[in-house]
C-alpha cells in the first residue's frame, strides 16, 4: 500500500469505515421514519391508539352479584392448567363474587376426565360442575386426518357409550369447540360438517342421558369478512390474523351456523345450548327467530357483553322477552375486574363504561352500557335456568345457598 494510503488508514479509521460508518447510515436511515406514536403532531399507528374516554358519567361499583350465579361457561384447563394455586385463588374470587358454581366444559373423556375431575373436585366438590368433550382424533396422526377416529363407521356409537360412561363419574353435559366445523377434518381432508348424519348417535345419546350440548359454532361476523377498512375489529384481526376465517377454504358463517340448526332441529329431544348468545349477538333479530324456532335452544353471554352492551335497549328487550332460555356464562376464568363489569352489565343502567381490563379491549374498540334487569330476571339468568337444564346445578346450587345463610 502507498506510503500515503497508510498513513490515513489509522486503525480508528478502519474501524469507522467498517463497522461505525454502516452503523452511522442505518441510524441515520432509521431516523428518517418519526414513530407513529401521535406525539407532536405525528401519525398515529392504530395498534397505539389508546383513548381515555372523557365522559363524566355515573360510575355504581359492584364488586359481587346480586344473587348467587352459576357460570355455566368457563375453561378450568385451558386457562389454569390444573395449578392448584390457582384454582384456589380463584375460587376466592367466586366466594367475592357470589359465585356459587363454574362449570368446566375442558373435561374431555376417559383419564383425562378423571384427571380433571380430581383437580376440581378433590378439594371443591361442590364449586364445580364438568362437561365432556369429543375426542375426534383418537390415536390418530394428527396430519392424517383418514387414521382419525371419527373415520370408523361405528364412531357415534362409541361415543354414545363413552357419554353413558362419563355421565356415571359425574360429567354434566357435552361441549363442543369451534373447530368442529372450522377446524376438523374428514378423509379426504374438507372440514367436518356439523350436520353430518354420522354424529346423530351423539346428539341422540345427550338427550337419552339428560346431558345438554353446548355448541360454540363459527365465530364474530367479523371474522368471517375481509380484514380491510371496513372491517369494524380490524385492529383486534391485525394483532390476531390467524382468527380470521375470511376465504374459500373456510364455509361460510351462514354455512356453519345453519349446519348447527338443523341438528338442534333434528333432536328436539336433546338441549343445546348455544353458546357465545348462539355466536350471533350482532343480530339479536335472527336469534329471536331461533328461539321461536327451536324449543329445545337455549343461549348464554360468554364474551359477548362487548356486543350487547353497545346495543342496550334492544339487548334489555331481548334478555326480558326470553328470560326463560338465557343461562349466565364469562368463558373464564377471568380476572376480577372482568367479572364487575359483568354484573355492572346486567344490573345498572350505567353509561360508557369498559367490558373488559385489557388494554387494548379484546374485542373492540369501544364502550358499553347496562341494562339493568329486574331481580325476577336475573335470578333465571344467573342460576334459575342453569339449575332447570344442567344435571347437578340445582343440588349444589342448594348447599351453597345454605352455606351462605350460615354465615
Not at 383418514?146 to 361405528?154: K, L, M, Y
Not at 377446524?183 to 342421558?209: N, T
Not at 324449543?295 to 359477548?304: D, G
Request: net charge negative.
Amino acid at each position: 500500500m502507498p506510503r500515503f494510503f497508510q498513513s490515513i488508514f489509522t486503525p480508528s479509521l478502519t474501524w469507522f469505515l467498517l463497522v461505525g460508518f454502516p452503523s452511522f447510515l442505518l441510524a441515520q436511515s432509521e431516523s428518517v421514519e418519526p414513530p407513529l406514536d401521535g406525539e407532536n403532531g405525528r401519525p398515529l399507528a392504530i395498534g397505539e391508539f389508546r383513548p381515555k374516554a372523557a365522559m363524566k358519567v355515573h360510575e355504581t361499583n359492584l364488586t359481587q352479584a346480586k344473587f348467587p350465579v352459576v357460570d355455566d361457561h368457563t375453561h378450568f384447563r385451558h386457562r389454569l392448567r390444573h395449578s392448584p394455586e390457582q384454582l384456589d385463588d380463584f375460587v376466592g374470587v367466586m366466594d367475592r363474587n357470589n359465585i356459587a358454581i363454574c362449570v368446566s366444559l375442558d373435561g374431555r373423556l376417559g383419564a383425562e376426565f378423571d384427571e380433571h375431575a380430581k383437580y376440581l373436585w378433590t378439594k371443591y366438590p361442590d364449586r364445580f360442575l364438568i362437561y365432556a368433550n369429543i375426542d375426534w382424533r383418537g390415536n390418530g396422526d394428527p396430519d392424517k386426518p383418514e387414521t382419525w377416529a371419527c373415520q370408523r363407521p361405528d364412531f357415534g356409537r362409541r361415543m354414545a357409550l363413552e357419554l353413558a360412561e362419563v355421565k356415571k363419574k359425574g360429567a354434566s353435559g357435552l361441549k363442543l369447540f369451534k373447530q368442529f366445523g372450522l377446524g376438523y377434518k374428514d378423509a379426504d381432508g374438507s372440514l367436518l360438517k356439523i350436520d353430518d348424519p354420522r354424529w346423530d348417535p351423539i346428539w341422540k345419546a345427550c338427550g337419552e342421558l339428560g346431558l345438554p350440548v353446548i355448541i360454540h359454532t363459527a365465530d364474530p361476523v367479523a371474522f368471517f369478512e375481509p380484514i380491510d377498512n371496513t372491517n369494524e375489529r380490524w385492529e383486534e384481526l391485525s394483532r390476531h390474523p390467524d382468527w380470521s376465517f375470511y376465504g374459500d377454504q373456510f364455509p361460510s358463517r351462514e354455512e356453519l351456523l345453519a349446519a348447527r340448526n338443523r341438528v338442534i332441529e333434528r333432536h328436539p329431544e336433546t338441549t343445546f345450548i348455544g353458546a357465545h348468545f348462539a355466536n350471533n349477538s350482532e343480530d339479536l333479530a335472527q336469534v329471536s327467530q331461533w328461539l321461536e324456532k327451536y324449543p329445545n335452544l337455549y343461549i348464554e353471554p360468554a364474551s359477548r357483553i362487548s356486543e350487547l352492551g353497545r346495543q342496550p335497549y334492544t339487548a334489555r328487550d331481548f334478555c326480558l322477552k326470553y328470560q326463560d332460555r338465557i343461562l349466565f356464562g364469562t368463558d373464564g376464568p377471568w380476572p376480577e375486574q372482568r367479572l364487575h363489569y359483568y354484573w355492572r352489565f346486567f344490573e345498572t343502567f350505567d353509561e360508557y363504561f369498559p367490558y373488559s381490563e385489557k388494554v387494548p379491549p379484546p374485542q373492540g374498540l369501544w364502550y358499553i352500557y347496562g341494562i339493568k334487569l329486574p331481580d325476577d330476571v336475573l335470578k333465571k339468568i344467573y342460576h334459575g335456568n342453569a339449575a332447570k337444564i344442567i344435571p347437578g346445578v340445582d343440588a349444589k346450587l342448594k348447599k351453597y345457598v345454605a352455606s351462605q345463610s350460615a354465615k
